[in-house]
């Protein structure tokens, strides 16, 4: 029998705090700005993808979350393309290297979160998929370099070849060879930072990033103002507040930017929503709590769609999970602080905290929300042992 070739690697989802949204090359999936994001923790959100290869497999193959789905669309064949011909240019220099190259692969892949809700599962996704392939067919290419080729993917993915703190560089060069992920900082330069993500909607997204960008690009009136002014300076911004470790500002400019991305989405024509009234009221309580106590401790931001991500410093998780979870604690996901009476008491919560409007109506105020994900700063990706395909027919593990 044929010999099966197998690399298995885990990718995290990175939620932005400075917006890509638009693109100056469809086909190359080439940014109209520069982004920044923050890696999340691979213990709450991850992909595993195990890619193989060998001579005995007839065509490729991709399994996600148990269904089988197609490998052909343009965008996965250049990521495919690109890890190939890297492979061969090491087989071409050393005939005694196996022609993985020339072999069909077969991908299997889960996720441990909803797949298209608005959680960044296709940069996870494509993370973990040229990860795992560039694993399994050793190639030498840094982590900037393989971001290139994850890029073309999915846009965002590319910041999931790094943990911490995350900048895609937009680049000026029409091949797309300077648009590339950099780190701004190492997980270990600020680990104090953690985020509560509200599930607004497991669905998927009424109009898919790709094309509701394209629209944005074309319609907007607000767009051209904030690649060419807004986000450049807020670019230099977020990296000085990152290096800088000023939760304050950090939490100013990740908010801002979120309102301004979900502005020119409904200054696009015909208006894009991917809020709802759900992550309306969630950006007022957040308004509300910071209001109260002087300065921004807690940072709302939506991708496209309206599931909230609130990141906070350890210091304060007390106050911020203390008034969540007093609204919030019907559903799901508290596990990990269920034994911190300070949260579940709320004792914690500002004393200027208007606690009286949310008591009024603390059931408008609590609906909406499918549950809860506690999770913090995290890791790129990881090689693991844990393997989804059976060697003995190179499908995936029953």
Known sequence: MSEIFTSSITAP????????????????????????????????????????????????????????????????????????????????????????????????????????????????????????IAKLYKLPQSNSELSKIARKGSGSACRSLFGGYVAWEMGELVNGEDSKAVEVAPLSHWPEMKACILVVCDDKKDVPSTSGMQLTVHTSDLFKERIENVVPKRFLEMKETILNKDFNKFAELTMKDSNSFHSVCLDSYPPIFYLNDTSKKIIKLVNLLNESVGENIAAYTFDAGPNAVIYYESKNEEIILGLLYKIFNKYSGWDKILNNESVINASKIPEKFPIELINDNLENWSSGVSRVILTQVGEGPMETSESLIDLSTGLPKA
């Open 13 to 132: 989802v990175n939620i932005a705090t400075l917006k890509y949204w638009g693109k100056r090359d469809k086909d190359l999936n080439l940014p109209t700005n520069s982004s920044i994001s923050v890696t999340l923790s691979q213990d709450d959100l991850r992909t595993l993808t195990t890619a193989s290869c060998s001579e005995k497999f007839e065509q490729d193959k991709l399994w996600l979350n148990g269904e089988e789905h197609s490998l052909n669309s343009e965008r996965t064949q250049q990521c495919l393309l690109d890890l190939r011909n890297l492979r061969k240019s090491l087989e071409k220099d050393d005939s005694n290297l196996p022609k993985l190259s020339e072999m069909k692969l077969h991908i299997i892949s889960e996720n441990n979160f909803p797949t298209a809700a608005g959680l960044a599962s296709s940069a996870a996704g494509f993370a973990a998929l040229i990860s795992s």
